[in-house]
């Protein structure tokens, strides 16, 4: 019953910016820590960013920060991931994923795919010239 949907992914140059959102229907937002992980070719997946239930604490991977930054919308149960000067490196699927236990600062570590209590299916991001 727990659904994620995430959006705006798409092509664009380095140093270009795109923002990600994540829709979450069929349980009480709010009561989830969410966090964006992303996966490259030949790449383990790796946490990208995470937030707390009410916005109050924010984990970024040390690739991404200064550049990325993670926002939710708990009326709207939404999340964003606004990121600007992106680099090829960058270049993924992003997924959003739910988890009613976990705090930020392990979400984003964990290796645990299937722990999640929910998945999105991703949106690709293509950073390139």
């Known amino acids: 019953q727990l659904q994620l949907v995430e959006s705006g992914g798409g092509l664009v140059q380095p140093g270009g910016s795109l923002r990600l959102s994540c829709s979450a229907s069929g349980f009480t937002f709010d009561y989830f820590t969410i966090g964006w992980f992303r996966q490259s070719p030949g790449k383990e997946r790796e946490g990208v960013s995470c937030i707390s239930r009410y916005g109050d604490e924010t984990v970024y991977a040390d690739s991404v920060k200064g550049r990325f930054t993670i926002s939710r919308d708990n009326a709207k149960s939404m999340v964003y991931l606004q990121m600007n000067t992106l680099k090829p490196e960058d270049t993924a699927v992003y997924y959003c994923?739910?988890?009613?236990?976990?705090?930020?600062?392990?979400?984003?570590?964990?290796?645990?795919?299937?722990?999640?209590?929910?998945w999105g299916k991703g949106t690709l991001v293509t950073v390139s010239s």
């Open positions: 994923a739910a988890d009613f236990t976990l705090i930020p600062q392990a979400m984003c570590v964990t290796r645990s795919v299937d722990g999640m209590d929910s």
